[in-house]
């Protein structure tokens, strides 16, 4: 994990507003920059992205349509790499494939597309229900990020927090909300930002837990406890 998330800090720089001006800080590789006495509203704020990406369920809903309307292997494939290139083209650029690590680090730049969130959505929705095979992780990162900033740049203009504080908090809130692993989700904050903020990550992770219900990446994934209550549940991923 640390191998594959970590370079992603060290070279991302963060530009914070202050007094309507913009300044460039250099992102450490230990944590985001000093900007602690904004986190709060930050957090509270970022609580909508956090409920609106858990209930995606998109990636799911492709992979049984194609499958549906698709039937045979074959064809899904072709039908799928046919989107993906066309949609590639049309959009002129090839940053939706693959990992999209250069987006990330734009989104803790504090700069990002408004659809940016959006268009990974669809093609890593296209690519798996296609019956390629890939990761969901780092698109949920990428996710995370982008949409974590877009929220940031709008609260900019309310003279709110910096935007590079969205997107940590939306890349850790939405990694948690997929994965449904808190402990994991904590872990992989200190592991990229330090431990300087970890109890506003505390409380995007709890929010974002508990409010992804019992949806996930991974329909194998078992729940053995209710979230909202003291029971024993044992129940599979939505």
Not at 21 to 46: I, N, Y
Not at 100 to 123: C, D, S, Y
Request: hydrophobic residues 45%.
């Amino acid at each position: 994990w640390a191998q594959t998330y970590i370079p992603v800090v060290p070279a991302a720089e963060v530009r914070i507003s202050e007094n309507g001006r913009r300044r460039t800080l250099q992102m450490s590789p230990g944590g985001l920059p000093t900007d602690a006495a904004r986190c709060r509203k930050a957090v509270l704020q970022e609580a909508p992205s956090a409920v609106l990406l858990h209930k995606q369920k998109m990636l799911h809903q492709t992979d049984k349509a194609m499958k549906k309307y698709l039937p045979n292997s074959w064809i899904r494939v072709v039908a799928g790499s046919a989107a993906i290139i066309l949609l590639t083209v049309v959009l002129g650029t090839t940053e939706y494939l693959g990992t999209g690590m250069e987006v990330i680090v734009r989104a803790l730049n504090g700069e990002t597309l408004a659809a940016a969130f959006l268009l990974k959505m669809i093609f890593t929705s296209i690519t798996l229900g296609s019956g390629f095979k890939g990761g969901a992780i780092i698109p949920s990162l990428f996710v995370g990020a982008t949409l974590g900033c877009l929220f940031g740049e709008i609260a900019v203009m309310a003279a709110g927090p910096s935007p590079s504080i969205f997107a940590a908090c939306g890349m850790v809130a939405v990694f948690c909300g997929v994965t449904n692993c808190p402990i994991t989700s904590l872990f992989l904050s200190i592991e990229l930002f330090g431990t300087e903020y970890m109890p506003y990550f505390l409380i995007v992770i709890a929010i974002s837990y508990m409010e992804s219900g019992y949806f996930g990446l991974y329909e194998s994934q078992k729940l053995m406890y209710s979230k909202t209550k003291l029971k024993f549940i044992n129940r599979k991923a939505k």
